[in-house]
């Protein structure tokens, strides 16, 4: 009886249905050596077992590979709006610190984008030389430094804490450059004495090398690059003197004087003259060298022409890109002009919204912000739909308005309808000043009292609560500097790059 059984057992093994067919002796028949007689049970089991097990495995694979694949559609999707203009360095939850830096150093450097891997700038040192400099844009660390000095007895100095630098490409054979107006004054004299001369100075981005360094007028305090010129700009009692000369061999090119309205704060002693200009706006973009100064804007062509029917305008200038120019004008009621390169002149008779970033999925409509937040038809000028609250800063992506400002912290406004999708509440005890995205989250500014810092608000495109930026320990003072954010060590000795 005992050798039955084991037979059968080496049956069920056969069958792979070890352990799964009628233990011996429980009355049930079991399938003959030579196969004849009921199939066991026990085999259709370990099959069953065996499909089962089959299936959970491929619908296991199928669950990865699909969500593999969700992964890289959203790294995918975070990288293109990370790559848009507009779009800052993307940050960790738990904030780090990249590199840092001398704080005089950091205020020197052009953030809003690296050239070449680097970001450039220059300062004046204590031992009266000009320090033009490329720190690593991943690291700090110093690509070169070249130091530009002037004669004997001769300190030099960047106008303007080192805003009196742009970068630009050379004309001809394109080289990418770092562009200064370094003065010079006595040694010892301070800032704010007159210069006794000037020089625009361009630098190879790449190796820092001097590629051209020219005479400039004394009083030159920034400058631009249009093509192939150098311009600068600088302000006289009720004028504002503009000049243009080669980038690289510094033959003049041409100098326009504009008439400004004579505008400021009497004080004693005179009252018999014309109050000075406050501040002299210059930049370059949509082909035209754009001056501002009080309450006036003037347009001028690469030939140092008014240009025809908007070369002078009650306005301010909003925003300068490399490809368009856009002002504010008050003319009778506010309005907006729009310059670029190429295309005719945009006149909006409104205040156009103006995202920090934008994809372009709302091609066909006009923003707007003087009153609410309004979506007009591009084409025919209809309104199309139209929200209340004051405007602190908006991001177009996928065709959705994010918006801060007093009506919302931050809310999401379908472009299409003028739904609100959501909405974070208004704080009580601050407003709302900034508003930027690294392509996976949304930061909101917001100041408090006088002299505080601002407060960073994280969100997710859902209007998910993801926290605040905290600086680490050590530093403080966050602030979004062109595409980075930047903190203050508490000595206010050192500034870092946090990601």
């Known amino acids: 009886m005992s050798d039955g059984h084991a037979l059968q057992r080496v049956e069920l093994v056969e069958d792979d249905a070890l352990a799964l067919g009628p233990a011996p002796g429980d009355g049930r028949r079991l399938a003959h050596a030579d196969g004849t007689g009921p199939a066991p049970s026990g085999r259709r089991r370990v099959r069953w077992l065996v499909a089962t097990v089959g299936v959970v495995g491929l619908l296991g694979f199928a669950v990865v590979g699909a969500q593999a694949?969700?992964?890289?559609?959203?790294?995918?999707?975070?990288?293109?709006?990370?790559?848009?203009?507009?779009a800052v360095e993307?940050?960790?939850?738990?904030?780090?610190?990249?590199?840092?830096?001398?704080?005089?150093?950091?205020?020197?450097?052009?953030?809003?984008?690296?050239?070449?891997?680097?970001?450039?700038?220059?300062?004046?040192?204590?031992?009266g030389s000009v320090q033009a400099v490329a720190l690593d844009s991943?690291?700090?660390?110093?690509?070169?430094?070249?130091?530009?000095?002037?004669?004997?007895?001769?300190?030099?100095?960047?106008?303007?804490?080192?805003?009196?630098?742009?970068?630009?490409?050379?004309?001809?054979?394109?080289?990418?450059?770092?562009?200064?107006?370094?003065?010079?004054?006595?040694?010892?004299?301070?800032?704010?004495?007159?210069?006794?001369?000037?020089?625009?100075?361009?630098?190879?981005?790449?190796?820092g090398t001097v590629l051209a360094r020219h005479a400039a007028p004394t009083q030159a305090g920034r400058v631009v690059v249009l093509g192939d010129q150098a311009v600068v700009a600088w302000r006289a009692l009720g004028t504002v003197n503009v000049?243009?000369?080669?980038?690289?061999?510094?033959?003049?090119?041409?100098?326009?004087?504009?008439?400004?309205?004579?505008?400021?704060?009497?004080?004693?002693?005179?009252?018999?003259?014309?109050?000075?200009?406050?501040?002299?706006q210059l930049a370059a973009g949509g082909g035209v060298v754009v001056v501002g100064a009080a309450q006036q804007v003037f347009l001028l062509t690469p030939s140092g022409d008014l240009r025809e029917g908007t070369g002078r305008l009650d306005g301010y200038v909003r925003q300068v890109r490399a490809d368009r120019v856009v002002v504010l004008t008050v003319h009778g009621s506010a309005g907006t002009l729009v310059v670029r390169s190429g295309a005719d002149d945009v006149h909006v008779p409104h205040v156009v919204a103006l995202p920090t970033l934008d994809d372009g999925s709302l091609a066909d409509l006009v923003l707007t912000v003087e009153a609410g937040l309004r979506g007009y038809d591009r084409t025919s000028g209809a309104l199309r739909w139209a929200l209340d609250g004051r405007d602190s800063g908006t991001i177009v992506l996928d065709g959705t308005v994010y918006q801060s400002g007093d009506a919302a912290l931050v809310r999401a406004v379908d472009g299409r309808s003028g739904r609100e999708l959501w909405a974070v509440p208004a704080p009580r005890a601050a407003y709302v000043t900034d508003l930027v995205t690294d392509g996976e989250r949304l930061y909101v500014a917001l100041h408090g009292l006088v002299g505080s810092d601002k407060t960073w608000r994280v969100y997710g495109f859902d209007g998910l609560d993801e926290g605040t930026l905290e600086a680490p320990a050590g530093w403080r003072g966050l602030e979004i500097r062109g595409r980075v954010l930047v903190a203050t060590s508490t000595d206010a000795s050192r500034a870092a790059v946090l990601g």
């Open 243 to 280: 000049h243009a000369q080669d980038l690289l061999t510094g033959a003049a090119r041409w100098q326009t004087r504009l008439s400004v309205p004579r505008s400021g704060i009497l004080t004693v002693g005179s009252l018999r003259d014309a109050p000075r200009i406050g501040r002299v």
């Open 90 to 127: 993307p940050m960790r939850p738990r904030l780090q610190v990249r590199w840092s830096t001398e704080a005089a150093v950091m205020d020197s450097l052009l953030l809003d984008r690296p050239v070449g891997g680097a970001y450039l700038g220059a300062r004046a040192v204590p031992d």
């Open 69 to 86: 694949a969700l992964d890289s559609g959203y790294e995918d999707r975070v990288a293109a709006r990370a790559a848009l203009p507009g």
């Open 138 to 207: 991943a690291t700090g660390g110093a690509r070169w430094t070249t130091s530009l000095r002037g004669g004997l007895g001769e300190d030099a100095i960047v106008p303007g804490s080192g805003r009196g630098c742009t970068t630009a490409t050379t004309p001809d054979a394109p080289v990418d450059a770092l562009v200064c107006v370094v003065v010079y004054r006595a040694h010892g004299q301070h800032e704010s004495d007159p210069a006794e001369r000037a020089e625009v100075v361009a630098l190879d981005a790449t190796t």
